[in-house]
């Protein structure tokens, strides 16, 4: 017997929790629920969707769960405040970590997690609340993910790293071992940090330029 289960949202993101939790978990996903000022449709993947201010009227934190599914949007912080809302009314709330995924950290993570396909957590990492991995990434063993964190595809955390509340680290980042990244940084796509990061702060790559040669001029392509 399948659990049932509202997402929170009625984005991408809540239209692939919706995937996931549908063909790989032991959630019946049942509706969808957002805040009644952004209701545009009634339906979404055809399932209703209902305002979140009604939700505990229409479905009972003792027999619904809830996942929400949002993105990294203001550093986190309305995952993070959506995700306290539905804890606030009693609501259970409902992680996914994909069968394709690696996880032998022996079920240390928190609740509102949404661990994707071909990640890779090693023994002895925490996993935090509300923390999203997203494809293909590594978590080195004995590294700490604070709550409300979000992690892109192919990043790389070696071992020992903590990595603070509200982060953002981006696509093909990597993270030396045993540094501390603090609270509200973000780490951009394809940095390499070697260093601990102080609270809030903003590391960018270095874009590829184009070349002075066009593309017709290459002999070899």
Not at 17 to 46: K, L, M, R, W
Not at 47 to 63: D, G, H, M, R, W
Not at 191 to 212: C, H, Q, W
Request: glycine share 8%.
């Amino acid at each position: 017997m399948k659990k049932p289960l509202i997402i929170f949202g009625s984005g991408g993101i809540a239209q692939l929790a919706h995937y996931y939790f549908s063909t790989d978990s032991n959630y019946q996903v049942v509706a969808f629920t957002i805040d009644a000022a952004y209701i545009t449709a009634t339906e979404f993947c055809g399932l209703p969707v209902v305002p979140f201010e009604a939700l505990i009227n229409l479905y009972s934190p003792a027999t619904y769960e809830v996942f929400v599914a949002l993105s990294y949007s203001r550093l986190n912080q309305l995952r993070k405040e959506k995700y306290l809302a539905a804890k606030a009314q009693g609501y259970q709330i409902a992680s996914y970590v994909s069968s394709h995924a690696t996880v032998l950290n022996e079920g240390r993570m928190g609740d509102n997690c949404f661990i994707l396909e071909d990640n890779t957590v090693q023994p002895f990492v925490t996993i935090g609340n509300n923390v999203t991995l997203w494809s293909g990434n590594h978590i080195g063993h004995h590294s700490i993910i604070r709550d409300h964190c979000f992690i892109a595809s192919h990043v790389v955390i070696s071992g020992g790293v903590e990595v603070g509340e509200q982060c953002f680290i981006g696509v093909n980042a990597t993270l030396r071992d045993h540094i501390k990244i603090s609270e509200k940084c973000v780490i951009g796509a394809g940095v390499l940090l070697l260093a601990d990061a102080k609270p809030e702060g903003v590391y960018i790559g270095v874009a590829t330029e184009r070349s002075r040669v066009p593309s017709t001029k290459l002999r070899k392509i």
